[in-house]
């Protein structure tokens, strides 16, 4: 039984605390957050108890590991106590928006032998899993292109977009870790171009809410993200891999193959958010099973700090509009 104390009871701390509650092998034991009532209420909804201050949980003999779902700015300081204090991190992502900061946290890291994860969930989907695993088999030859298209069902609330570091490095990251993942190769270059059109408030704010991205691998390999923060269908993702000998392709989950036929027209059901259910769930079993066995858990938090590079490279070619390399 791995014991967690959960940092963060806002949006991704109360899917966080679901799944650690149900989950067989985990504990939920403690829910951390400055904002008192939030920790006191999401504890209380899994029988945990509550804390406002950081300190009960270094301390804790009772706790195994920590999983850190509070606001970017405050991860790096909570993986060095958690480093110091020798207990394993799943830290959602990004690790902070400052590179420096991060680089010396994934440093500390490495001379220690504390798990640490980050949460780029997408890794868990067993599309993606299984797609990564038939292009180590050679099924599609060399990979030469990727098409990821990926359209969030509504665009977030203004105080997230305020905060979020900017679309590329809120959203789009997520595909700067999964496809070096998936492809077995990180991008040399990045040209990234990006609109706002589905809210003006997002521009107002000097945001991008759709974006086009290219990364050039190393082998010459081209990879297109296609990311958005609107569908009116419900929320899309899916992904093509070209190869040489073929191509493989993952579909957005549907609520059922039944489509209905009537004098309408043929009307299918809305796209639901299943990836985010089975993501986050997903992640956090890899976590707990990497535990178990005393293997490294994944992402690592130098593939997260990879992903930020990805991102900063992305930023700096939406900036100047052109491609830029990827220094890393
Ligand atoms: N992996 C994903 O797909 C995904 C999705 C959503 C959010 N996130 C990440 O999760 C983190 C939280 O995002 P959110 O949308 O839940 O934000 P949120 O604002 O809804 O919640 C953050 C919570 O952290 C609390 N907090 C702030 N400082 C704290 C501290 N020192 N100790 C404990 N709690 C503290 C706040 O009071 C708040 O309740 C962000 O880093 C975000 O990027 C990841």
């Not at 977030?156 to 900017?166: L, Q, T």
């Not at 809410?209 to 082998?219: E, G, H, I, N, Q």
């Not at 297109?224 to 929320?235: E, K, L, Q, T």
């Not at 293997?295 to 900063?312: F, N, R, T, V």
Request: proline share 6%; with cysteine.
């Amino acid at each position: 039984m791995i014991r967690f104390a959960l940092f963060g009871a806002g949006r991704a701390g109360r899917i966080h605390a679901r799944n650690i509650a149900r989950h067989p092998r985990a504990e939920l034991v403690c829910v951390c957050d400055v904002d008192r009532p939030a920790a006191e209420r999401v504890a209380g909804e899994h029988g945990a108890r509550a804390a406002s201050d950081p300190a009960a949980v270094w301390r804790a003999e009772s706790i195994d590991a920590v999983l850190i779902a509070s606001s970017t700015d405050t991860h790096v300081e909570l993986l060095r106590k958690a480093l110091g204090a020798g207990k394993a991190a799943y830290c959602e992502k990004p690790i902070d928006f400052d590179l420096p900061r991060v680089r010396a946290v994934v440093a500390e890291a490495a001379a220690t032998d504390v798990p640490v994860a980050v949460g780029f969930r997408r890794r868990a989907l067993p599309e993606y899993r299984e797609i990564r695993r038939r292009i180590r088999e050679g099924e599609v030859g060399a990979v030469e292109v990727v098409h990821l298209v990926s359209r969030d069902y509504r665009p977030p609330s203004p105080e997230y977009v305020a905060v979020s570091g900017g679309f590329l490095r809120d959203k789009t990251i997520h595909y700067f870790d999964l496809i070096p993942w998936v492809v077995g190769e990180r991008p040399a270059e990045v040209y990234a171009t990006g609109s706002c059109l589905v809210e003006p408030w997002i521009g107002e704010a000097g945001d991008i809410d759709t974006t086009m991205v290219v990364l050039r691998m190393p082998s010459g390999a081209l990879c297109h993200i296609d990311n958005g923060r609107r569908a009116v269908y419900g929320f899309d993702e899916r992904v093509e891999v070209f190869g040489a000998r073929g191509m493989l392709r993952s579909e957005p989950p549907s609520v059922s193959n039944v489509a209905r036929f009537g004098e309408a027209g043929i009307r299918h059901e809305r796209y639901p958010d299943l990836y985010g259910e089975e993501s986050f769930a997903g992640l956090l079993d890899a976590f707990i099973l990497a535990l178990e066995r005393g293997e490294p858990p994944a992402p690592s938090l130098a593939e997260g700090l990879q992903a930020q590079l990805i991102a900063e490279a992305a930023v700096e070619s939406l900036r100047r509009n052109r491609p830029v390399a990827v220094e890393y």
